[in-house]
T-cell receptor, first 112, second 114 residues
Framework: GENVEQHPSTLSVQEGDSAVIKCTYS??????FPWYKQELGKGPQLIID?????GEKKDQRIAVTLNKTAKHFSLHITETQPEDSAVYFC???????????FGTGTRLTVIP | DSGVTQTPKHLITATGQRVTLRCSPR?????VYWYQQSLDQGLQFLIQ???????AKGNILERFSAQQFPDLHSELNLSSLELGDSALYFC?????????????FGSGTRLTVV
């Protein structure tokens, strides 16, 4: 099955700086890569996703890049704000796969 | 509100007991997934149902079972509870049977076993 690794496990940045979280996956058949944000005491919420026919996708201050050759994808958050503090999970799945395979999460802290 | 409803939000019970967690998927979604999240841990996949039938199993203990009913709501049954079963239990749903349709998560049930 798919194996998703995520780094770093914790990340602290100053408000206004950028944050980057990286994930690698093992199954070359994977073609869907979502990112979830989990705030304290809440369920994970989809914030952005990318499919393998696209190399980069942006939504305001967040962007995801995908390198299919190297089998890695990254989440970029620019101009970080305190409300960006949360745990972020990457995930991967492929056509025919029954479920998403999640990374182990990154706890992001934005210091005001 | 994500559209996925989980009840109860909190549950405190004693070791050896049995509990039932309930999930109503988002309207129109046919698949339900159950995940366990222990303190400061990642999301451990337990089981998936699609339109009433079991589709995939993850690291689900034999003491745990689930089902999906004709109205598509799902229940996760946890029996002979141990202290280590204390965790957040999340339900997620999506329209089809595949992971590449993305998930919508509920807000979870926090289970505390004392």
């Amino acid at each position: 099955g798919e194996n998703v690794e995520q780094h770093p496990s914790t990340l602290s940045v100053q408000e206004g700086d950028s944050a980057v979280i990286k994930c690698t996956y093992s199954d070359s058949a994977s073609n869907y890569f979502p990112w979830y944000k989990q705030e304290l005491g809440k369920g994970p919420q989809l914030i952005i996703d990318i499919r393998s026919n696209v190399g980069e996708k942006k939504d305001q201050r967040i962007a995801v890049t995908l390198n299919k050759t190297a089998k890695h994808f990254s989440l970029h958050i620019t101009e970080t704000q305190p409300e960006d503090s949360a745990v972020y999970f990457c995930a991967a799945s492929g056509t025919g796969a029954n479920n998403l395979f999640f990374g182990t999460g990154t706890r992001l802290t934005v210091i005001p | 509100d994500s559209g996925v409803t989980q009840t109860p939000k909190h549950l405190i019970t004693a070791t050896g007991q049995r509990v039932t967690l309930r999930c109503s998927p988002r309207s129109g979604d046919l698949s339900v997934y159950w995940y366990q999240q222990s303190l400061d841990q990642g999301l451990q996949f337990l089981i998936q149902y699609y339109n009433g039938e079991e589709r995939a199993k993850g690291n689900i203990l034999e003491r745990f079972s689930a089902q999906q009913f004709p109205d598509l709501h799902s229940e996760l049954n946890l029996s002979s509870l141990e202290l280590g079963d204390s965790a957040l239990y999340f339900c997620a749903s999506n329209p089809q049977a595949g992971g590449n349709y993305g998930y919508t998560f509920g807000s979870g049930t926090r289970l505390t076993v004392v």
